[in-house]
């Protein structure tokens, strides 16, 4: 069992920058690969990035490459999204997800996560 919390969000002007960090409570958090996703009101649940146990491997939505990193740092069992070059359309409830593997891999699909936390809001004005 793992548990999420995120936090980090808020309201930012277009063409800034944000944090988001998620924080699990497993002791056996290396166990685990983590994504990133988020929900805009409407839509669909979209994937953003995902990184493996150790941070070998990662993997973007082509919609943030280049202005989103994934990141994670295992000795403090927090994943980490930073956020650059914001655009409005990357306004959503943000979610970080977890799902327990046994090697290196990325998963870019929401039904291969198990765990998932409740949500950060991030608004970007134009």
């Known amino acids: 069992q793992i548990q999420l919390a995120e936090s980090g969000g808020g309201l930012v002007q277009a063409g800034g920058s944000l944090r988001l960090s998620c924080a699990a409570s497993s002791h056996t958090f290396s166990s685990y690969t983590m994504g990133w996703f988020r929900q805009d009101a409407g839509k669909e649940r979209e994937f953003v990035a995902t990184?493996?146990?150790?941070?070998?491997?990662?993997y973007y939505a082509d919609s943030v490459k280049g202005r989103f990193t994934i990141s994670r740092d295992n000795a403090k069992n927090t994943v980490y999204l930073q956020m650059a070059s914001l655009k409005p359309e990357d306004t959503a409830v943000y979610y970080c997800?977890?799902?327990?593997?046994?090697?290196?891999?990325?998963?870019?699909?929401?039904?291969?996560?198990?765990?998932w936390g409740q949500g950060t809001q991030v608004t970007v004005s134009s």
């Open positions: 997800a977890a799902a327990y593997d046994n090697y290196e891999r990325a998963r870019r699909r929401g039904d291969e996560y198990n765990y």
């Open positions: 990184i493996s146990r150790f941070g070998l491997i990662t």
